[in-house]
């Protein structure tokens, strides 16, 4: 069994003083304070996990001719896998394991109506097999970003309403092939239809056996998804949503359970559809009750800068632990794995970041981070 103790513990629900965390193996056998043995250090969270991140797909120190986060040859590609396109040799992986972000949800980008398949990664791991921990739903775009491509290949809108009908053609037309298939099993006659493989993935969608993880800025485009929601019964979570500037639509979203990614904070404003971005937007998100939780958008934002942008959450209001809470607790709850991560308890994975100082000052920074019980970076 190994040990440390901390002066200050962040557990990702509340703050101890004068703590020990012990693990074997990759698991924590005890979190609480008290006596203990091993290394001292001034404070420890939880590993800190970025929920929407393009990292290892638009590489640092890579032109962007070579970036993957978008396919250009069709505007549907919901079997698209991103995990296909992830090298874990991109520099900007190192960079966040020193800032102890650990664990990121990597998707394809927004050109694409439908994009494919996310995946929730180790940054810290070899290769993709190794780093896949789970996946976390299908990308999807709204807005302006679809049909900002026109020049791309494929089948491409011009305006929101193209872009939608679109998908509401492919998605009216799975629904339709569901009912022949449930009639069909209801007759014991007859044969069921079949599914190409796009099909497959939106006939999960209308099943809602995967999520739709939609980007989408402005109210009125959230308002455009809720109608999808209502007219085909969606699972969404809802990413960016950086322009609404209005607590009504916040309000919505809670009131249906659907969660919101906000972000990325500190990142120019370079498209129409983000001229009401400003920080304090989140005083409507953070007082509407809607679950929520924070990305980076790397390498909108650096992922290595996550805890930087929490300091505008304490603006509006939020104590140290709540704001440590959203890039901890609340991504690991809306990414389907606050069974191992998000929080240091007994029986999740030891995997820790342990600090100079308080993480909320500018010259605080980790000195030691452990993934998984093992330590695999240390400040000299």
Known sequence: MQTIRAATLYTGTEVLENATL????????????????GPLYPVVTPALIDAHSHIGLIRSGEPGAE??????????????????????????????????VLYACVLPGSGNIIGGDSAVIRNYAGNTNDALICRAGIKAAFGYNPMSVREWQGSRPYTRMGALAILRGKLHDVRNKLAQEAAVAEKGEGEAPRYSAEETV???????????????????????????????????????????????????LAARGIPVVYGPLDTLAYKVELKHENWRNLAYLVSSGVTYGLMTDHPVILQKTLLLTLRWFLRVGLSKQAALEIITRQNAAILGVDDVLGTLAEGKWASFVCWSGDPFALESYPVAVYAEGALIHQEA
């Open 22 to 37: 012990a693990w074997e193996g990759d698991r924590l056998t005890s979190v609480g304070q008290g006596a203990g043995e």
């Open 67 to 100: 970036a993957e986060a978008n396919e250009h040859m069709d505007a549907m590609l919901a079997h698209a896998d991103v995990l296909d396109s992830i090298q874990m040799d991109d520099a900007g992986f190192r960079e966040s394991i020193e800032a102890g």
């Open 202 to 252: 939106l006939r999960a969608l209308l099943r809602r056996e995967q999520r739709l993880r939609v980007h989408v800025h402005k109210a009125d485009d959230v308002a455009a998804l809720l109608r999808f929601v209502d007219e085909f019964g969606l699972d969404v979570v809802i990413e960016h949503t950086c322009d609404v500037h209005d607590g009504q639509t916040y309000r919505e």
